[in-house]
C-alpha cells in the first residue's frame, strides 16, 4: 500500500537576503495508513514548521522546496489555497497546541467543532449537532450538550484542548498532524486521549504525533525521528531508539525526562515534611508563612444553579518549603492559587499570611504586602506587554520594590537576570525574540524583583521542552533554598510535582483528597483517585528511562 504522505528533501527558508534563515533541512518522511510516526525535540529544532508544511500553513514568504511532496499520490508542491482548503480537516486533520488561539474566542465549541463537518459536506445540517455531542464526549469532554454552548474561554485549558481535537477529527481525515496535542491535558484525560488516538491508528488513521514528552511518544509511536536545529539527527523504530538511542542529542533529551517513578530529592532538614500529617486538613503552626482554612469557592453555571469550584481546601505552607498542589482540570487547584494570591475572594474560609488575615482584607490594605506573594503564569508570553524590553518588564516590578530609577534600577535588573541564568545582552529584547524557556526565566526575575517570600507557580513548565524544563525546575529549587522562598506549585505533572515537592496536596472537584510528604503520597497513596492519576501517567520504558 502506498503512502498517504510522502516527503523528501523538505527545506523552508524564513527570511530575505543576508537575513534568510534555514529552518528545515533535507527532512524525508512517510505516513502510511494505520502507523504512528512521532517527530521530537525542542523548542526550534523545526518539528513544529515540518507540521504545518503538511497542511501548506508555512508561515506568509516562507520558501517552501521538497524533491518529493505527495499527498495521496498527488503533488502537493503546486497545490494553491483552494487545493489545500479541499485537503484540511478531510484528508489532513491538524490539532495544535495553543487551543485558545487556535479557537475562534466569537464562536460557540459547538459550531468551532462542527465547521469541518459542514464545510466539508460530510452530514446535513440537522444532524451536526449531535455528531458535535459525539466527537465532544470521544475525547472525554463531560456534559458535551451544555459545553457545546459555551464560548472557548468559558472552558478550561484542558477541555479547550479537547474541542480543538474534536474539531479536527470531525471529518475523519485519513492523516493526522497532532502537534503537541496533550501538553495541556491531566494525566487522566491525556490517558483517554492517547486511547482514542491509538484506536484512531487502529482504524487505520496515519498518525504525526509532535511532541517534547517522551513518555507520550512511547505510547503511541511506531517509529520516531528526532530533530534539531532543522534536520532529523536519529530516525528508527520507536523501541531501537528509546531503548539504545545513538545519538548524543537523544540520550541528552531522555536523561532530561521526568520520572514519576523516581524519589525526589531528599529535603534539608529546614525543610523536613516529616511531622506534617498525612491528612487532608492542615494544622496551623507558628512557624507557617501561609495558611488556608477551609477555603470555598462558588460559581454561577449557565442555569443559574452553584457550583463550588473549590471546597473546604485546608493546607499550611512554611519558609523553604514547597507545597506541589495537582488534579484535572477543574479540580481547582488555579482556582485555589488565585484564592491565596487574593485575586479571587473566598465565600467562605479565610488565607493568612505570616498568622494575619490575608484574603479577608480589602485590596488597599492588602496592597503593601502583595510584594511578598508573587505569581509566575503558565504562558508569560500572555502575560508581558509584548512591546516591552526586559529591561522594561523589570523595571515595572523594580518601582514597585522602590527602586529608583537609573543606575541603581538597571544594575539591580542586570543581577535578577544573572540569578536566573541570563544575562545583560537580554535586556534591550521583547519577548517574542527570547525562547520559551528564557521567556519563563525573565518571568521568575520579574517575580523576584520585589523580595517575595511565596511564589506561586501555575503550571510554570507546562509548556517547555524537557530539558528546558529541567533546567527551569532546578532554578526554581535552588531560589528556594538560597532566599528560603516557599513555593506553591501547581501542575498536571506529577512526575514534575514529585521532583519539586516537599508535600503534595491532591484536588478532585474542589476538594482536597490527599495530602501528606510526597513520598508518602506517591509511594502509598491512600485515596482511589490518587492512585488512578499515578497509574494514568505515560512512562518510558525501562532501558530509556535509564539511559
Not at 523553604?320 to 498542589?325: C, D, K, N, Q, V
Not at 524557556?437 to 510554570?460: F, M, N, S, Y
Request: charged fraction near 25%; aromatic fraction near 2%.
Amino acid at each position: 500500500m502506498s503512502p498517504i504522505v510522502e516527503l523528501e528533501g523538505l527545506n523552508v527558508e524564513f527570511g530575505h537576503g543576508r537575513r534568510r534563515t534555514t529552518v528545515v533541512a533535507g527532512v524525508s518522511l512517510t505516513l502510511s495508513a494505520g502507523e504512528c510516526l512521532a517527530l521530537v525535540g525542542e523548542s526550534g529544532s523545526g518539528k513544529s514548521v515540518t507540521a504545518r508544511t503538511l497542511v501548506g500553513l508555512t508561515a506568509p514568504g516562507a520558501a517552501v522546496r521538497a524533491e518529493r511532496f505527495l499527498v495521496e499520490g498527488r503533488d502537493a508542491a503546486a497545490f494553491g489555497e483552494r487545493d489545500w482548503r479541499r485537503v484540511r480537516g478531510r484528508t489532513v486533520g491538524l490539532v495544535l497546541q495553543d487551543a485558545l488561539s487556535a479557537l475562534d474566542p466569537l464562536r460557540r465549541v459547538g459550531a468551532e467543532v462542527g465547521e469541518p463537518l459542514l464545510a466539508h459536506r460530510v452530514l446535513p445540517k440537522a444532524d451536526v449537532p449531535g455528531r458535535v455531542e459525539e466527537l465532544l464526549a470521544a475525547v472525554g469532554v463531560p456534559e458535551p450538550a451544555e459545553r457545546a454552548r459555551q464560548y472557548p474561554h468559558q472552558l478550561s485549558g484542558g477541555l479547550r484542548q479537547r474541542a480543538l481535537i474534536a474539531s479536527a477529527l470531525a471529518a475523519g481525515p485519513r492523516v493526522l498532524v497532532a502537534d503537541e496535542p496533550t501538553t495541556a491535558l491531566d494525566v487522566t484525560v491525556q490517558a483517554q486521549v492517547l486511547d482514542l488516538l491509538g484506536r484512531l491508528k487502529a482504524e487505520g488513521t496515519a498518525l504525526l504525533l509532535i511532541s517534547h514528552d517522551l513518555a507520550v511518544v512511547a505510547r503511541l509511536a511506531d517509529r520516531i525521528a528526532v530533530m534539531k536545529d532543522g534536520r532529523i539527527v536519529e530516525s528508527g523504530p520507536a523501541g531501537r531508539v528509546l531503548g539504545a538511542p545513538e545519538h548524543p542529542y537523544t540520550r541528552m533529551l531522555l536523561a532530561a525526562a521526568p520520572d514519576p517513578d523516581r524519589p525526589a530529592p531528599v529535603p534539608s532538614p529546614a525543610r523536613s515534611p516529616a511531622d506534617v500529617a498525612a491528612t487532608v486538613t492542615a494544622t496551623v503552626t507558628k512557624d507557617e508563612l501561609l495558611t488556608v482554612r477551609g477555603l470555598v469557592k462558588r460559581y454561577r453555571t449557565p442555569d443559574g444553579g452553584l457550583r463550588e469550584a473549590v471546597a473546604e481546601v485546608s493546607f499550611g505552607l512554611a519558609p523553604g518549603e514547597t507545597l506541589g498542589i495537582v488534579g484535572e482540570s477543574g479540580s481547582g487547584k488555579s482556582t485555589t492559587a488565585r484564592l491565596v494570591m487574593g485575586m479571587l475572594a473566598p465565600d467562605a474560609g479565610e488565607v493568612l499570611l505570616d498568622g494575619r488575615p490575608w484574603s479577608a482584607l480589602p485590596e488597599r490594605e492588602r496592597r503593601p504586602a502583595r510584594p511578598a506573594v508573587q505569581l509566575v503564569h503558565q504562558d508569560p508570553l500572555a502575560s508581558f506587554d509584548p512591546r516591552f524590553t526586559v529591561r522594561r518588564i523589570l523595571a515595572e516590578a523594580l518601582a514597585v520594590a522602590g527602586v529608583p530609577r537609573g543606575a541603581a534600577r538597571r544594575e539591580r535588573a542586570v543581577g535578577l537576570l544573572t540569578q536566573v541564568g541570563l544575562g545583560e545582552q537580554h535586556l534591550e529584547r521583547r519577548p517574542h525574540g527570547l525562547s520559551g524557556g528564557q521567556r519563563q526565566r525573565v518571568a521568575i526575575a520579574r517575580a523576584l524583583a520585589t523580595g517575595p517570600r511565596l511564589l506561586v507557580c501555575d503550571e510554570p513548565v507546562s509548556a517547555l521542552d524537557v530539558s528546558v524544563q529541567a533546567q527551569v525546575l532546578e532554578l526554581l529549587a535552588r531560589l528556594r533554598d538560597e532566599l528560603g522562598l516557599a513555593m506553591l506549585f501547581i501542575s498536571h505533572d506529577l512526575a514534575v510535582v514529585r521532583q519539586v515537592s516537599d508535600r503534595v496536596l491532591v484536588m478532585k472537584d474542589g476538594r482536597a483528597v490527599e495530602y501528606g510528604p510526597v513520598e508518602r503520597v506517591f509511594r502509598s497513596p491512600g485515596h482511589p483517585y490518587t492512585r488512578q492519576l499515578l497509574a494514568a501517567v505515560p512512562r518510558l520504558p525501562a532501558r530509556a528511562a535509564a539511559a
